[in-house]
């Protein structure tokens, strides 16, 4: 153990760079301070065992660490983690928080009861995954208390961009490219590249909006989020309708060249429950189909049926889960996973 006090005796599951270095969540034993030290963030850089923080120390806003969320790690070896905090004036009301550290210093990004950036509000909880990129920009999904509009714009998605704290979106914000107001984020929160692009899932409301086109994909990347994918708009390959992007949990992803690729459930197709879904992505100009429920797969052994979550890298190349029907084995050989080359990728091709 770095400095001599304690053990592990628990290990979470670790997270690790593009470098091989190494962040995890861990208890201890047999330390100085006994249950009020015992829990600890530690990095493994290929040499050294380092503590990126550790419950007691202090927090950047002069409080105590009492416990240690799961980190995640960028490349250069920063963590970020959610942490409660001992003694704070507010008790259950203030004692949480966002922080990172660079093993030198910490940074806090965000703490329940701060005021949101925007000024309508406070924060009551994180709600999803804290992202955090080489560039240090940190985003999240939260809910908030004290809002003028009460239940209807009580959550936002938030970005710190290693010096302020940002709104990316709030609910009951209007979106002209959507004529509607945005009402409820995807339960997963949202997804974010190198370039601190974030994009998410919404449910739309307002006058402009009907129960058929009322949720969406939106990427945002400084001024008004832009419109990645709606639905009841047509799909590319001209057989069905967008119907749904959060069945059974929103499933997208973004490059670095700001592409989402993203899961549909369609209507309108010519067999529905046959070959009503598929993976799509929208390459900086246009949404493009990689695969379809019901294609033959590459290897000509079986249909699509099911897909997992696609991933992307910043050429837009693909890979994704898949459940198979119609296989020469039948459940012995009817998963895979694949991929998909983009033919429909521009080098330099600007962000929607």
């Known amino acids: 153990m770095p400095g001599g006090d304690g053990q592990f005796e628990l290990i979470a599951e670790p997270?690790?760079?593009?470098?091989?270095?190494?962040?995890?969540?861990?208890?201890?034993?047999?330390?100085?301070?006994?249950a009020n030290d015992d829990v600890g963030i530690l990095y493994y850089d290929g040499i050294n065992l380092t503590f990126r923080a550790r419950e007691n120390q202090p927090s950047p806003d002069g409080y105590l660490f009492a416990?240690?969320?799961?980190?995640?790690?960028?490349?250069?070896?920063?963590?970020?983690?959610?942490?409660?905090?001992?003694?704070?004036?507010?008790?259950?009301?203030?004692?949480?928080?966002?922080?990172?550290?660079?093993?030198?210093?910490?940074?806090?990004?965000?703490?329940e009861n701060d005021p949101t950036p925007e000024g309508n509000g406070k924060f009551d909880s994180f709600t999803s995954e804290f992202l955090f990129n080489n560039a240090g920009h940190v985003a999240f999904q939260a809910q908030l208390r004290n809002t003028t509009g009460g239940v209807n714009d009580d959550s936002g998605i938030y970005l710190?961009?290693?010096?302020?704290?940002?709104?990316?979106v709030r609910e009951n914000d209007f979106n002209p490219f959507a004529n509607g107001y945005y009402s409820a984020f995807g339960n997963t929160g949202p997804v974010m590249n190198s370039l601190g692009q974030v994009a998410f899932t919404v449910r739309l409301k307002g006058g402009g909006v009907s129960a058929l086109d009322d949720r969406a994909i939106f990427l945002?990347?400084?001024?008004?989020?832009?419109?990645?994918?709606?639905?009841?708009?047509?799909?590319?390959?001209?057989?069905?309708?967008?119907?749904?992007?959060?069945?059974?949990?929103?499933?997208?992803?973004?490059n670095a060249a700001g592409q989402v690729a993203f899961?549909?459930?369609l209507s309108s197709t010519a067999a529905p429950g046959v070959d009503d879904s598929g993976l799509y992505l929208h390459n900086g100009a246009s949404i493009v189909n990689r695969v379809r429920e019901n294609a033959n797969t590459p290897d000509g052994n079986g249909r699509f049926s099911a897909f997992g979550v696609p991933?992307?890298?910043?050429?837009?190349?693909?890979?994704?889960?898949?459940?198979?029907?119609?296989?020469?084995?039948?459940?012995?050989?009817?998963?895979?996973?694949?991929?998909?080359?983009?033919?429909?990728?521009a080098p330099g091709a600007p962000i929607l």
């Open 15 to 34: 997270t690790i760079n593009a470098s091989g270095h190494v962040a995890v969540l861990a208890l201890l034993k047999n330390t100085a301070g006994g």
């Open 67 to 111: 416990f240690t969320g799961y980190p995640n790690l960028n490349g250069l070896g920063h963590v970020v983690f959610p942490a409660e905090l001992k003694n704070t004036p507010g008790g259950a009301n203030d004692d949480f928080g966002v922080y990172s550290s660079n093993g030198v210093s910490f940074l806090k990004r965000a703490r």
């Open 160 to 168: 710190h961009n290693g010096s302020n704290l940002l709104a990316v």
């Open 220 to 254: 945002h990347g400084g001024g008004t989020p832009l419109i990645v994918a709606r639905t009841n708009a047509l799909v590319p390959e001209g057989n069905g309708r967008f119907r749904d992007f959060e069945f059974p949990l929103p499933v997208i992803s973004l």
């Open 263 to 265: 899961h549909a459930v």
């Open 311 to 345: 991933t992307l890298n910043a050429s837009g190349q693909m890979a994704f889960r898949a459940d198979l029907r119609g296989t020469s084995g039948g459940i012995g050989d009817d998963k895979g996973i694949c991929d998909r080359h983009s033919k429909n990728v």
